[in-house]
């Protein structure tokens, strides 16, 4: 399989065995300054290049696996990605004309490709019902609801962008409501709001996790914001579909237990009749998207050449 995550600084590539081995992996810089068309252009000459490189190496590719960061609708094969600079781009028939119409393509959303693969092969292995939730540049969540993932035809997962902010310490989000999750409890949130509060430039979250151990008050601050507007995700998310087990993910899981902890002590103590989740930290970090890609693409495979539908 060829796999290529759009969703990083850079694309992330990959050629992927059916087991999930990865033989090949390289970065290649995403041209988002040059605009839409150009960031489509290197998707599609790096898809043919490894392909290339697969055939020189002695490999058959048998399907091709595109991880992206934004709403993929699945009837048309159209990708919106804002950071991408794509509305409506017809991605899925431009990778079909580069590489052929009869090669078996997969387009992903980043976080469910990166939950797929937590499912089949990291922190999510044997549930059922489950929840990857990656605290990164934004939020989004994969869902796990009685063996499937979601996808809600493209649309699904959205966690980030529903409102835990209220009153005056809501702010704009980027989708143009006010007070989403992700304005306050994704890792570039918590940099950027440390930023203001402070009038001090931090090199990302990971500074303020540092400020935070250090008992910085106002690091403390903004990530007990943070931790506020989480726990009440976790619990909305737990009333309403039951995991048995949540799997955070993306550069805020670097903080460890100090994340961890409070997360667990506060779902816990705000649930009453529900069933209590597992909160732990996703285990395949950055490569998951890239790794989900090419197992389903791999699984869609299987299941056309066996008769069944691909999921
Ligand atoms: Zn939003």
């Excluded at 190496?57 to 595109?66: K, T």
């Excluded at 090669?103 to 499912?119: C, K, S």
């Amino acid at each position: 399989m060829v796999a290529v995550d759009l969703g990083g600084t850079r694309m992330k590539c990959g050629l992927v065995a059916a087991d999930g081995a990865v033989l090949h992996r390289e970065t290649r810089p995403t041209p988002r300054e040059a605009g839409g068309r150009a960031v489509l252009e290197a998707l599609l000459e790096t898809v043919v290049e490894l392909g290339q490189k697969a055939a020189a190496d002695g490999h058959r590719v048998r399907a091709v696996g595109v991880v992206v960061p934004g709403i993929i609708d699945a009837a048309t094969g159209t990708v919106g990605a804002e950071n991408l600079a794509w509305a409506g781009t017809p991605v899925l028939a431009e990778l079909k004309a580069a590489i052929g119409h009869d090669q078996h393509v997969i387009l992903a959303h980043d976080v469910r490709a990166g939950g797929y693969a937590e499912l089949r092969q990291g922190a999510l292995t044997g549930t059922t019902n489950s929840l990857f939730l990656p605290l990164g540049t934004g939020i989004a969540a994969a869902m796990v609801v009685d063996g499937s993932l979601v996808s809600g035809d493209g649309y699904a997962g959205e966690l980030g962008h529903t409102r835990f902010v209220n009153g005056e310490a809501a702010e704009l989000c980027a989708c143009g409501q006010w007070g989403c999750l992700e304005t306050v409890a994704s890792a570039a949130a918590l940099a950027r709001r440390y930023g203001v509060r402070t009038g001090r430039v931090v090199d990302g979250s990971r500074e303020v996790l540092e400020l935070l151990a250090e008992g910085d008050p106002d690091a403390e601050a903004v990530w007990k914001e943070a931790m506020a507007a989480l726990i009440d995700a976790l619990v909305l998310y737990t009333t309403l579909v039951a995991p048995t087990r949540i799997a955070i993910g993306g550069g805020l899981v670097g903080a460890g237990e100090t994340l961890l902890a409070p997360l667990r002590e506060g779902v816990t103590a705000r649930l009453t009749f529900q069933r209590n989740p597992e909160i732990v930290a996703a285990v395949l970090g950055e490569e998951a998207g890239c790794l989900g890609a090419a197992l389903m693409a791999w699984d869609s495979v299987t299941a056309e050449e066996s008769g069944e539908q691909p999921v």
